[in-house]
């Protein structure tokens, strides 16, 4: 880290480092689990789930790369073996053994949530402390949210197929 944002940053740096490694691993597998969902995916709104879970793809992705970027300015590197990421997640990855829409719109809800528990644990550490963190915690956690309700709609919308 630069000796100016070393002597502003009030958060333990070590503590940062070490939630910042496991977002950062939680979003490449919230990468993968959207991703190979959307190949496998069989069912109820198949072209809309398919659709949304590209598009979060594509943001668990954008997420990752911002935070290798946060991880590099505080002087540290991402992890780089993704045999690793499994090692530091709380969020883990499920592999998707029933290609249900059903089931994969509900795996990936469960995954949203511990997300947003993620981003509320590091914006919380942040607030007040480290504004550059805090920033992309607080962008991340509004997107992940939205994750949440739009997972959780299509839960509403299978609903009326039963």
């Not at 969020?91 to 469960?110: E, F, G, H, I, R």
């Not at 949530?113 to 992309?136: H, L, P, S, V, W």
């Amino acid at each position: 880290m630069g000796e100016m944002a070393q002597k502003i940053s009030k958060v333990d740096k070590d503590e940062l480092l070490k939630a910042l490694q496991s977002a950062y691993a939680e979003e490449w597998l919230a990468y993968y689990q959207y991703w190979v969902g959307a190949k496998v995916a069989e069912g109820i709104e198949k072209s809309k789930v398919v659709e949304e879970f590209y598009e979060h793809a594509n943001e668990e992705l954008k997420h990752a790369d911002w935070l290798a970027e946060r991880i590099i300015q505080l002087g540290e590197t991402p992890l780089l073996d993704p045999k690793l990421w499994n090692e530091h997640a709380k969020c883990k990855y499920d592999a998707p053994s029933n290609p249900d829409t059903k089931v994969l719109v509900s795996q990936n809800l469960m995954a949203e949530r511990c997300a947003i528990g993620r981003y509320q644990q590091i914006c919380e550490m942040c607030q007040g402390k480290d504004y550059i963190t805090f920033n992309i915690s607080r962008k991340i956690l509004k997107e992940e949210i939205e994750h949440e309700q739009e997972m959780e709609d299509f839960e509403a919308d299978f609903e009326h197929y039963l």
